[in-house]
């Protein structure tokens, strides 16, 4: 009799549901007679997702290449979705905030520890021959990862270092972006002239850049914390869980493509230039770029320190590594 109940209600809350769609529930329930079951591979587009590795080469290895970019990028989505819930939240709520940045950080530990895949997966010589068929593709392109910055902290902290301090939260955000500090990175030094690489990233992407910017102007996830009551900024968990995030997206996740970098493009005749002529040496060091979404959380020596302790352990792996 209880369960007569409770299907009885089910049903007048679908009717009211549905009664204001121009259907009868009656209509509604015939098609959920007709519709098929659900399944695993359907609901996750399996067999489309598993089609999307198509390799340019006949190297193995570049199927493993491939298809650990496009997890990155899965994850990445990932961490985009806790930001923009994060940043839009009006609740001020520490609990959720704390929880959100809780899982942006989980995100990147999977991402930092499966770097691996990258550094010892792959024959370097395999490498060395498929990556002359993806040019002037490259990792620098990956627009997400922009995104997260421009989501994470104000833009004027992602202004190349050696420019920073000639701007402002004052600054418009087209001033900004045009001296945001990953063009260094495909711009040659010698000439001023952007990379083939850079040109199409900025030809796509920039107009989609520049809006995300302008939606979070002093909205970002920096701005959040900042607008929080004194003794919630103070919390040790939240603390300490930005400034994991920081230490993830701008030292770790950084001195990994290093590591992959010098073991795939470095030797002792000169280096190897990156796929996409990316400045490889001078925009990966997170010393040099001195990128910091959260710079309230510390202090001025540990700012002008940033990334340094780990920079030397990569070209001094014999040393101990400073923690």
Same mark, same amino acid.
Request: no cysteine; aromatic share 12%.
């Given at each position: 009799? %209880?369960?007569?109940?409770?299907?009885?209600? $089910? *049903?007048?809350? =679908?009717?009211? #549901?549905?009664?204001?769609?121009? /259907?009868?529930?009656?209509?509604?329930?015939?098609?959920?007679?007709?519709?098929?079951?659900?399944?695993?591979?359907?609901?996750?587009?399996?067999?489309?997702?598993?089609?999307?590795?198509?390799?340019?080469?006949?190297?193995?290895? %570049?199927?493993?290449?491939?298809?650990?970019? $496009? *997890?990155?990028? =899965?994850?990445? #989505?990932?961490?985009?979705?806790? /930001?923009?819930?994060?940043?839009?939240?009006?609740?001020?709520?520490?609990?959720?905030?704390?929880?959100?940045?809780?899982?942006?950080?989980?995100?990147?530990?999977?991402?930092?520890?499966?770097?691996?895949?990258?550094?010892?997966?792959?024959?370097?010589?395999?490498?060395?021959?498929?990556?002359?068929? =993806?040019?002037?593709?490259?990792?620098?392109?990956?627009?997400?990862?922009?995104?997260?910055?421009?989501?994470?902290?104000?833009?004027?902290?992602?202004?190349?270092?050696?420019?920073?301090?000639?701007?402002?939260?004052?600054?418009?955000?087209?001033?900004?972006?045009?001296?945001?500090?990953?063009?260094?990175?495909?711009?040659?030094?010698?000439?001023?002239?952007?990379?083939?690489?850079?040109?199409?990233?900025?030809?796509?992407?920039?107009?989609?850049?520049?809006?995300?910017?302008?939606?979070?102007?002093?909205?970002?996830?920096?701005?959040?914390?900042?607008?929080?009551?004194?003794?919630?900024?103070?919390?040790?968990?939240?603390?300490?869980?930005?400034?994991?995030?920081?230490?993830?997206?701008?030292?770790?996740?950084?001195?990994?493509?290093?590591?992959?970098?010098?073991?795939?493009?470095?030797?002792?005749?000169?280096?190897?230039?990156?796929?996409?002529?990316?400045?490889?040496?001078?925009?990966?060091?997170?010393?040099?770029?001195?990128?910091?979404?959260?710079?309230?959380?510390?202090?001025?020596?540990?700012?002008?320190?940033?990334?340094?302790?780990?920079?030397?352990?990569?070209?001094?792996?014999?040393?101990?590594?400073v923690e």
């Amino acid at each position: 009799m %209880e369960d007569k109940e409770k299907i009885k209600s $089910q *049903i007048s809350k =679908l009717e009211e #549901k549905y009664k204001d769609s121009g /259907q009868d529930l009656s209509s509604y329930l015939d098609g959920l007679l007709h519709q098929r079951y659900l399944t695993y591979w359907d609901y996750i587009h399996l067999d489309t997702l598993l089609s999307l590795q198509v390799p340019r080469t006949h190297f193995p290895d %570049e199927e493993i290449f491939i298809m650990y970019h $496009q *997890i990155t990028e =899965l994850y990445f #989505k990932l961490i985009l979705h806790e /930001q923009k819930q994060l940043v839009d939240d009006k609740s001020d709520n520490l609990a959720f905030f704390i929880e959100k940045v809780r899982r942006i950080n989980s995100y990147y530990t999977v991402l930092i520890s499966s770097f691996s895949v990258m550094i010892k997966g792959m024959e370097r010589e395999q490498f060395l021959q498929y990556r002359m068929a =993806l040019l002037p593709a490259s990792g620098f392109q990956s627009a997400q990862f922009r995104m997260i910055e421009l989501y994470a902290t104000p833009l004027e902290n992602l202004v190349h270092i050696t420019e920073r301090a000639q701007f402002s939260s004052e600054s418009t955000i087209e001033e900004l972006y045009e001296h945001i500090y990953w063009k260094r990175g495909a711009t040659d030094k010698d000439t001023g002239e952007k990379t083939l690489t850079l040109k199409q990233f900025e030809y796509r992407y920039t107009p989609r850049l520049i809006r995300i910017a302008k939606q979070v102007e002093n909205a970002t996830i920096y701005h959040k914390y900042l607008s929080l009551p004194k003794e919630q900024r103070q919390d040790k968990t939240l603390v300490e869980s930005l400034k994991t995030l920081d230490i993830n997206a701008n030292i770790n996740w950084q001195l990994m493509h290093m590591g992959s970098a010098h073991r795939y493009l470095r030797r002792d005749t000169g280096d190897i230039e990156a796929t996409g002529g990316t400045n490889w040496k001078e925009y990966l060091p997170p010393s040099f770029q001195k990128i910091v979404f959260f710079p309230e959380l510390y202090t001025e020596q540990e700012l002008n320190n940033w990334g340094k302790q780990w920079v030397d352990h990569m070209l001094n792996p014999d040393k101990s590594r400073v923690e």
